[in-house]
């Protein structure tokens, strides 16, 4: 995955982390279904690489359009300030989730 700001993706982690229902929960689960899906697509992980063998689909060099990702990073940090800047952010949610990612990434530095 190409280069994306550590902000950028703590931002990310609070646009999920609402304590209650906003209106913006939505647009935010569209948002984050695209961006996985090019997270499994740069891994080659199955359901999105599926995808990528219509016929259609065969001529089109994927790594050229990554500009998707991007603004899915862009639109799920913007939610995620506005999270912050309406104090509609649970902490406890945002702390296990990246406790769990240093974990996970330090497993996998160390193994």
């Not at 190409?2 to 982390?17: K, Q």
């Not at 090019?38 to 063998?53: E, N, Q, R, S, V």
């Given at each position: 995955m190409p280069y994306t700001g550590t902000f950028i993706l703590l931002l990310t982690t609070i646009a999920f982390c609402s304590r209650k229902k906003d209106e913006y929960r939505p647009i935010a689960l569209f948002f984050g279904a695209i961006a996985l899906f090019f997270i499994l697509l740069w891994a080659g992980l199955p359901p999105a690489t599926w995808i990528w063998k219509l016929p259609v689909l065969k001529i089109i060099i994927f790594f050229?359009?990554?500009?998707?990702?991007?603004?899915?990073?862009?639109?799920?940090?913007?939610?995620?300030?506005?999270?912050?800047?309406?104090?509609?952010?649970?902490?406890?949610?945002?702390?296990?989730?990246?406790?769990?990612?240093?974990?996970?990434?330090?497993?996998?530095?160390?193994?």
């Amino acid at each position: 995955m190409p280069y994306t700001g550590t902000f950028i993706l703590l931002l990310t982690t609070i646009a999920f982390c609402s304590r209650k229902k906003d209106e913006y929960r939505p647009i935010a689960l569209f948002f984050g279904a695209i961006a996985l899906f090019f997270i499994l697509l740069w891994a080659g992980l199955p359901p999105a690489t599926w995808i990528w063998k219509l016929p259609v689909l065969k001529i089109i060099i994927f790594f050229k359009y990554n500009s998707p990702f991007y603004f899915a990073l862009a639109v799920l940090a913007a939610i995620g300030f506005e999270n912050l800047k309406k104090e509609n952010v649970a902490l406890k949610k945002v702390l296990s989730i990246l406790f769990e990612t240093v974990v996970v990434f330090g497993g996998l530095f160390f193994f």
